[in-house]
Each structure stands twice: as C-alpha cells, then as structure tokens.
C-alpha cells in the first residue's frame, strides 16, 4: 500500500514538472510550424482567376508556340495538338450538348482561356512541371487557341488580351450559385 502510495506521488509530480515545463502556446493557434515567409510562396501562389486575376507579365503568339509545342508537347499531344499517346487538345466542336459522344477538348470544353495558361504552367510538360518560361506558356496557349480557330495567327496573348479571348463553349454551363 505504502509503495503504490509513493508511486502515485512520484507519479504526479512528474505530470506537474511536464506541464510547467510546456512552452506556453496561444490557446487560438494549433501550434504547427511557422509562418511561411512571401518568397517561399512566391512559387506557388501562381492561380490565375478567369479575369486574369494574377497574370504575370510576358507575351507570346501562335509561331513562336508552334516552336515550344514542337519541342515540349507534340510527343505526348500529337502533331498539332491531335492526340495520342495523351489528351487531344483540339476538335470536338459541337459535340458537347450529344448524348454520351462529347469530345470534351481545350476547345470544345474549357470555358476560360486563363485557365489554359494557368494549367500549362502548373502543370506541363508532364513530365518537367512548372518549367515553362511566363512567354513560352502565353506562346503555347496561343498556338493551342490558334489550332482550335479560337484566336487568329497573328494574335498576341499577354495579360491583357488572354482574358478578353471568348471560348466557344463559355455559355455552356448552368451557372451554380451557393
Ligand atoms: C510526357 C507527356 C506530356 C507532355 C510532354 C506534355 N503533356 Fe500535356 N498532358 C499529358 C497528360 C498525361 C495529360 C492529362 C493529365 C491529367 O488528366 O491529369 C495532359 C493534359 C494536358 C492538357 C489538358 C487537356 C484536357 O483537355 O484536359 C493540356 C492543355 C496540356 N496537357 C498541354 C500541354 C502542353 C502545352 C505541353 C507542352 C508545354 C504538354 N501538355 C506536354 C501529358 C503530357
């Protein structure tokens, strides 16, 4: 009885020792890490709104995207962008209200032009994410636009031209307002 009595006191004032000893934390914040400074988010803070919102500084045109494509895309995407072994990133116009035969494209599909430079750049070449220079990615939106007849040949895309292009398909969703 006497040695359990010991323990349990032993016991308690080690409980004591530890919470005295605990750093004091703000009862409001969970107390993970630290705060991440501005030039560690600088390269991931990179979401472009369908306004723009975001857009970097830089210029590119469908020839000189036809140069970045040729080297970087075409063995995933096809020549001019028509598929095989990856994704095509033309055509299926007018397929998208059919029954179970939508041919969902860049061109067909996609109701913002931001959102294709915002994903090559996020996210292509597949396989060397995030390496595209700000005037080769606003190049090759343009070369892909230009294939789809979105935007003419000799259009030039920066930040203030690539939110006015109108997608075909921009009014073909239901809005959903929450
Ligand atoms: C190594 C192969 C590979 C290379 C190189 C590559 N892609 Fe892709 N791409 C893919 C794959 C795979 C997907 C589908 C990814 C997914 O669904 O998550 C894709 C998807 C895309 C899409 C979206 C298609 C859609 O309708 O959903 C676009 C746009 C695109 N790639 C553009 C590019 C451009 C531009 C380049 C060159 C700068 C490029 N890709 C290089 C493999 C590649």
């Known amino acids: 009885m006497r040695s359990r009595d010991h323990v349990t006191t032993a016991a308690a004032m080690i409980c004591a020792a530890l919470m005295l000893a605990a ?16 030039p560690d988010l600088a390269p991931w803070d990179i979401s472009i709104g369908p306004d723009g919102a975001g857009l970097p500084p830089g210029r590119g045109n469908p020839a000189q995207g036809q140069a970045v494509f040729a ?11 028509v ?25 067909s599909y996609w109701p913002y032009a931001t959102t294709l430079f915002d994903y090559i750049r996020r996210a292509m070449p597949f396989n060397e994410t995030k390496s595209l220079t700000a005037d080769e990615a606003y190049a090759v939106s343009a070369y892909i636009l230009n294939l789809n007849g979105v935007i003419g040949a000799d259009d030039m895309l920066d930040a203030q031209s690539l939110p006015k ?3 075909p398909n921009r009014d073909g969703f239901i809005p959903f307002p929450r």
């Open 23 to 38: 750093p004091a934390v703000a009862a409001d914040t969970p107390a993970f890490g630290q705060p991440i400074s501005p």
């Open 71 to 81: 080297a970087k895309c075409q063995a995933c995407h096809g020549e001019k962008g």
């Open 83 to 107: 598929g095989k072994p990856n994704d095509a990133l033309v055509g299926g116009f007018g397929t998208i209200a059919s029954d179970g035969a939508a041919v969902k494209t860049v061109g």
């Open 165 to 167: 292009v109108k997608m």
